[in-house]
Structure formats: structure tokens, C-alpha cells
T-cell receptor
């Protein structure tokens, strides 16, 4: 069955370190998204991509970057982790524009920055 | 900032009762979607209602949309313990990304 997987599921790192969260989907979806989820804020969009070589900033993109070299993967990189980036990160994908289709979410990556 | 705001923030009901949660949003939309999130898991899509629709059903779920009031409601009938989860509304406009609310935490008491 097609799926979307995130790794690692849990990670503890130190302030200032670079961290990469992986997201891999096997649906061949063009659209991929990264959200962070924090208590009291719901889900906030970090970055998104509508296809290979396409990346766009979301509402909370500072300190994060993504790259899209193939359809299946959208890794999220924290260049220099900060305690404010402690959160649960969700990757999602879709095959249609948001006016038509649903998002399929991964199980999340819980990141703790000490 | 969130486009959608769910109400109430938390809701506890007895198993078998109906659960109603509401979502209000601020700007024009093309569609509104509802998602469920079980504790420690990713979000799962429940239902999508387009701006030209007023009501939609899926199993025990009933969603209404009132674009004049910029609001939507999700009704879960005959609730079960497995319905315990957080529920989020999400709005989409044009080809813009979905914007999520902060969610309603639903607890079904056996």
C-alpha cells in the first residue's frame, strides 16, 4: 500500500546543531507540505512544494529549509536548531490542489532541542 | 495565524451521545475540510465540503457549512469510545495551502 513515512519519529538534539527530518511518500504526489504542531497553535505551515525543484515558504519558515530533488522526498532541515523549534513535525502530501483534495499525513516526528 | 477556530476547545460526552463541534473562519474559501487526530498520530482526513454545498454526510458524520456566517459544524452521531480524538477544521482558498485551526479535543466516556 502507498504510504507516507517520516523519520526519525523521535529525536533529541542540542542547540546549534543541524537536524534533518525525512519525509518519503510512495503515492507519487506532486504536492508535499511540512507543518509543525504546538499546543495552542494548531498546525502551522513551514514549507511546501508543488513539484520537483519547487519549494515555497509557509508562515513559519524562518530557521528551516527544504529541497525537492525527486517526487517522493521532501526533507526538512533545521540549519541551527533552537529551543523554540522543539515541536512535533508533520509531513503531508496531496495529488490535487487544495480546492479539490485531501492531505495525507505522516505519523509525525517529535523533536526536542536542548 | 489560523484561518479556522474550533469551538469548543474540549468536549466530553457519554458514549452513544451526539457530539457537535464548530469551526469559524475569516475569509472566503473554496472548501472546508475536517480532520481527526488520535493521540500521538498523524491527522486523518474525514470529509470535505465545498463552498457551494450546505451539508454533507459520511457514515456517522454530518458536516454543515454556512458561508454567510463563515462557519461550519461537524456532528458525530452515536459516539463511540474510538471517536476520542482531536478534530481540526482546515480551509482552502484558490490554490493556496490549507490553513488549520487549533482543534477540538473530544473525549467519549464509556
Amino acid at each position: 500500500d502507498a504510504e507516507i513515512t517520516q523519520s526519525p519519529r523521535h529525536k533529541i538534539t542540542e542547540t546549534g546543531r543541524q537536524v534533518t527530518l525525512a519525509c518519503h511518500q510512495t503515492w507519487n504526489h506532486n504536492n508535499m507540505f511540512w507543518y509543525r504542531q504546538d499546543l495552542g497553535h494548531g498546525l502551522r505551515l513551514i514549507h511546501y512544494s508543488y513539484g520537483v525543484q519547487d519549494t515555497n515558504k509557509g508562515e513559519v519558515s524562518d530557521g528551516y529549509s527544504v529541497s525537492r530533488s525527486n517526487t517522493e522526498d521532501l526533507p526538512l532541515t533545521l540549519e541551527s536548531a533552537a529551543s523554540s523549534q522543539t515541536s512535533v513535525y508533520f509531513c503531508a502530501s496531496s495529488d490535487r490542489g487544495v480546492q479539490d483534495g485531501e492531505l495525507f499525513f505522516g505519523e509525525g516526528s517529535r523533536l526536542t532541542v536542548l | 495565524s489560523q484561518q479556522g477556530e474550533e469551538d469548543p476547545q474540549a468536549l466530553s460526552i457519554q458514549e452513544g451521545e451526539n457530539a457537535t463541534m464548530n469551526c469559524s473562519y475569516k475569509t472566503s474559501i473554496n472548501n472546508l475540510q475536517w480532520y481527526r487526530q488520535n493521540s500521538g498520530r498523524g491527522l486523518v482526513h474525514l470529509i470535505l465540503i465545498r463552498s457551494n454545498e450546505r451539508e454533507k454526510h459520511s457514515g456517522r458524520l454530518r458536516v454543515t457549512l454556512d458561508t454567510s456566517k463563515k462557519s461550519s459544524s461537524l456532528l458525530i452521531t452515536a459516539s463511540r469510545a474510538a471517536d476520542t480524538a482531536s478534530y481540526f477544521c482546515a480551509t482552502g482558498f484558490g490554490n493556496e495551502k490549507l490553513t488549520f485551526g487549533t482543534g477540538t479535543r473530544l473525549t467519549i466516556i464509556p
